[in-house]
């Protein structure tokens, strides 16, 4: 565990939660993009804490935070190692710090937290006037984030495969999943999602290669970690390439990737895409066994499966895996991985899914398309006959 809190005050208090705190810690590693560091938080009475600062700044009293880096002299930030050293926190100055800003003390703790933490990152005000204003600025920026990550209603990114079966079924060139991606940029997509299968049912390379040039959300392109397609993500360069198992006769998707089964094959695999500059995703069922070895195969995002809980043929089977979902998203989080979702979701099903806090992005794609051909089909049909009134033969009347 990247975390951990240690609550050694004489008097516990109810409102300073060490499992919160530890979750917000991840956050802001996360949000600084330190998530696979090390950090221990301690929280003090007053009296200890006006102990560490006698004895390491010489100053008489309590202060509300103390860094101690794991490197001394401080690390750049370059140069962090692993385990990023120790964040002292007096609970008793934070509190008065909080009444007199009338803010509640789990937000200060949060902006100590993240002090602490800067300063074990090799940010220091004390050294000059303009290293406090970056200090300063970085502290906003990251409080920001953190706070969106955690209230932000998820991303939706559109997968436009079913544009292209619907094209392959009469092998032309329409309807064009690239048109497609567009509107659904349009109408406020965040990203485009689409699976270059092996057996090229749907989506083809070139769809990929002209999305890579008309895309301008997000491309997320998923795959089979196989060795040719490794290759051409590293050529083309999606903004992330999330790794799906693939079978030849299966409809679609039938469950998450065993990363637990094939760690080697993968690390090596995730590791050729970083080294191109991609982000990588892995799909996977909520398991904690999976999300282990998510972190340790190196993905930074995981996309978790939701085909069971929307495939759920009873209320308490969908419930189960409702549950599933959401505490892999907490695991997730505590592993300092990003987490989406995905698969099977629908306008019925999606509600529940998007309520979950820490979900960044949802991953929709045949509902969608489902339903606008339903909903595009009336407008349709009346141009068509539109176009046929226009183009039709005036009526010559006979005459006797
Ligand atoms: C991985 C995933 O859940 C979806 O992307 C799904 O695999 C899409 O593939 P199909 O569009 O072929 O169903
Ligand atoms: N990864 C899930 C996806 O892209 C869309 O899945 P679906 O909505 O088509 O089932
Ligand atoms: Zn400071």
Known sequence: ???????????KTPEVDTGSLR?????LLTAAGLAHNAVSVVLLDDDRMAEYNQRYRNKAGPTNVLSFPALFPPATPAELRADLGDVLIAVATAARE??????????RLQELLLHGILHLAGYDHERSETEALVMWDRERELLTQAEARRTAMPQLSVNVDHIATLRQARGG????PVLAAGICELAGASGIVVHLREDRRHIQERDVRVLRQTVKTHLNLEMAATRELVAFAADLKPDMVTLVPEKRQELTTEGGLDVAGQKKKLSGRIAALKEAGIRVSLFVDPEPEQLQAATAVGATHVELHTGHYSNADSESGQEREYVHIRRAVAMAAELGLRAKA???????NTGRIAGIAGIEDLSIGHAIMARAVLVGLERAVR????LMR???APTVLQKD
């Open 173 to 176: 060139l329409e309807p064009d």
């Open 23 to 27: 979750r917000i810690c991840l956050r």
């Open 390 to 392: 226009q183009a039709a």
């Open 98 to 107: 909080a009444h007199e800003k009338q803010a509640p003390l789990m937000q």
């Open 342 to 348: 995905g698969h099977g979701l629908d306008y019925r």
């Open 1 to 11: 565990m990247p975390v951990q809190v240690l609550d050694e005050r004489a008097q």
């Open 383 to 386: 141009e068509m006959l539109e």
